[in-house]
């Protein structure tokens, strides 16, 4: 099979190296969001449940608001890792505890939760 132009071999390595390339990151992004559910939903690491309603969860608490359409409340998701670091700097009165400024999740961890509760 003989091709009409150069470009259009180039134009499909290239649109094959970005299908190949994104594979790989779809399924990071998926293992990271499952791991940021269990830190969540674990009663010893994030137990995020106490205060929360999550979609999937069990034995939910309604201290703090239900963690729904959260792209929508926080369209940075920088801030929502903050204020699971610490929502004390944005809301002193805040119930919620300071996840990473008290060392109780790991920076990985953190970074797990935000993408999964960004998810949401």
């Not at 150069?6 to 779809?26: D, E, F, W």
């Not at 399924?27 to 939903?41: H, N, P, T, Y």
Request: charged share 20%.
């Amino acid at each position: 099979m003989k091709f009409q132009s150069k470009s259009s071999v180039v134009a499909l390595a290239v649109i094959a190296a970005i299908s190949t390339v994104n594979v790989p990151l779809a399924s990071a992004d998926e293992a990271l969001i499952a791991k940021g559910k269990e830190v969540s939903f674990d009663r010893k690491k994030g137990n995020c449940l106490t205060c929360h309603q999550i979609p999937g969860g069990t034995l939910t608490g309604n201290i703090g608001p239900p963690l729904i359409a959260m792209k929508a409340r926080y369209p940075d998701k920088a801030q929502l890792r903050a204020d699971i670091w610490d929502m004390t700097k944005r809301s002193p009165d805040t119930m919620m505890p300071p996840f990473g400024k008290y060392g109780v999740l790991t920076e990985s961890e953190i970074d797990a939760v935000t993408e999964y509760i960004h998810s949401l």
